[in-house]
């Protein structure tokens, strides 16, 4: 199981850090990603993580969020940082090779 935390609402410039903790090894173990959705929108990957710690990021985000992962905890992280209006969505902790999602949390940019 994935559980997202550290939604909300933000001005644009702001800042957020998103949580995900996933039950077992499940962090520790596999590739980790999150994911963004908006309305109307496909699903589509913002940043990934591997068992190994390299990281890929969308080019809309790149230079601004940042995931790590804390295997203590087997919690995995999106820092989002300058944020805009169009980071607003439904962001999603995923393990791409289990096909794995949490529920989901809402991120909203104001301008």
């Known amino acids: 199981q994935l559980v997202e935390s550290g939604g909300g609402l933000v001005q644009a410039g702001g800042s957020l850090r998103l949580s995900c903790a996933a039950s077992?090894?499940?962090?520790?173990?596999?590739?980790m990603a999150w994911a963004r959705q908006t309305p109307g929108e496909q699903r589509d990957l913002v940043a990934i993580?591997?068992?190994?710690?390299?990281?890929t990021y969308a080019d809309s985000v790149k230079g601004r969020f940042t995931i790590s992962r804390e295997n203590a905890k087997n919690t995995v992280y999106l820092e989002m940082n300058n944020l805009k209006p169009e980071d607003t969505g439904v962001y999603f902790c995923n393990i791409p090779s289990r096909g794995t999602w949490g529920q989901g949390i809402q991120v909203t940019v104001s301008s």
């Open positions: 077992g090894q499940l962090a520790t173990t596999y590739n």
């Open positions: 993580i591997t068992s190994g710690g390299d990281t």
